[in-house]
Antibody, heavy 124, light 106 residues
Framework: QVQLVQSGAEVKKPGASVKVSCKASGYTFTSYDIYWVRQATGQGLEWMGWMNPKNYNTDYTQKFQGRVTMTRNTSISTAYMELSSLRSEDTAVYYC?????????????????WGQGTLVTVSS | SYELTQPPSVSVSPGQTASITCSADKLGDKYASWYQQKPGQSPVLVIYQDTKRPSGIPERFSGSNSGNTATLTISGTQPMDEADYYCQAWDSSTAVFGGGTKLTVL
């Protein structure tokens, strides 16, 4: 079955960077887009961007442009999301999710499988 | 920017029908998805492309989308359906989520 397993919780100081991993299994990693969504405590879901693991295309929402980088290592079926210049407002649970169809454009897809989430805490 | 508006909370008695709305300008021209999230858990897809149910999602979950409103309907609501529900749509290549609706089954 499709599974996305994320790296563990992180505590970072303001101004630092964090890199969250998302290891995929149960399907062909390069066939489906990977999306990143975050959720601050008690708040709603916020989309950050997506990456196509096959051709490395990415798109980031304007709010995170210049601070976020999404990459992958196809040899180990793992996607990464790195967020830099962290501030306290970045404290949240970060999720990776898989696109539901391997035939649709990234901006037409739904998110059919989610990782367990990674808590990133930014505190001095 | 495009905004999806959901009621903050909806209450329903067990066995009754719950309807959760998601509103935005011309939302019916787009596809809507719905996600269920229970406390401390990751979101789970319950409806995609307005009306489709992923495998493993009970038939009591259904969706519709027309005009400016998408609706998630849960027929014969069970206590296990108590959760937060989020709608989602794409606008100008940006995924937009609604603010979420807390469904209480009491």
């Amino acid at each position: 079955q499709v599974q996305l397993v994320q790296s563990g919780a992180e505590v970072k100081k303001p101004g630092a960077s964090v890199k969250v991993s998302c290891k995929a299994s149960g399907y062909t990693f390069t066939s489906y887009d990977i999306y990143w969504v975050r959720q601050a405590t008690g708040q709603g879901l916020e989309w950050m961007g997506w990456m196509n693991p096959k051709n490395y295309n990415t798109d980031y929402t304007q709010k995170f442009q210049g601070r976020v980088t999404m990459t992958r290592n196809t040899s180990i079926s793992t996607a990464y999301m790195e967020l830099s210049s962290l501030r306290s407002e970045d404290t949240a649970v970060y999720y990776c999710a898989r696109g539901g169809s391997d035939r649709l454009a990234a901006d037409r897809n739904w998110f059919d499988s989610w990782g367990q989430g990674t808590l990133v805490t930014v505190s001095s | 920017s495009y905004e999806l508006t959901q009621p903050p909370s909806v209450s329903v008695s067990p066995g009754q029908t719950a309807s959760i709305t998601c509103s935005a300008d011309k939302l019916g021209d787009k596809y809507a998805s719905w996600y269920q999230q229970k406390p401390g858990q990751s979101p789970v897809l319950v409806i995609y492309q307005d009306t489709k149910r992923p495998s493993g999602i009970p038939e009591r979950f259904s969706g519709s989308n027309s005009g400016n409103t998408a609706t998630l309907t849960i027929s014969g609501t069970q206590p296990m359906d108590e959760a937060d529900y989020y709608c989602q749509a794409w606008d100008s290549s940006t995924a937009v989520f609604g603010g979420g609706t807390k469904l209480t089954v009491l």
